[in-house]
């Protein structure tokens, strides 16, 4: 690839787990995709179904984002629900590392957000997200392929 700009484009399977103090909690799968809006700006839609590991209980999700890119930056804004239009995390790419790293953290009343995404190769990268404050203690990794 030619920019790490090119990774969040068309359409792409997703997975993910979410371990909360350090225990699998919930496995999920789904689609995302990435439309261009202009050069510098994608809206990204997932959707798909999260299983909780314990009860085994199906539940729906759908999220979507607003990418922003400015040189070696990426600003992530909420696309929809109550937050739509604010900013949920700025990232720096890293050249050296192929990795976004986060600028800021995300907080969530009292939780702490914070995140980094991996570029693999052309078929694949992966989104680490931690959580942690008085009310969560939370990891989700998801892969997109």
């Not at 990774?7 to 789904?30: C, D, N, P």
């Not at 957000?113 to 009310?135: A, H, S």
Request: net charge neutral; hydrophobic share 35%; glycine share 6%.
């Amino acid at each position: 690839m030619t920019s790490f700009i090119d990774y969040f484009t068309g359409k792409w399977k997703l997975s993910r787990e979410i371990f909360i103090a350090q225990k699998l909690y919930a496995t999920g799968v789904g689609v995302a995709s990435f439309v261009a809006q202009n050069n510098f700006e994608r809206i990204y839609n997932e959707s798909g179904k999260t299983l909780v590991v314990d009860t085994q209980t199906s539940i729906p999700f759908r999220r979507s984002f607003l990418y922003h890119f400015d040189n070696n930056l990426m600003s992530v804004f909420f696309n929809d629900g109550f937050d739509q239009g604010k900013l949920y995390q700025d990232y720096r790419h890293e050249k050296s590392t192929d990795q976004l790293v986060a600028t800021c953290q995300h907080l969530c009343v009292a939780d702490n957000y914070n995140g980094f995404y991996q570029l693999i190769n052309q078929q694949q990268f992966y989104l680490e997200t931690r959580i942690v404050g008085p009310k969560k203690d939370t990891f989700i990794k998801t892969t997109f392929t």
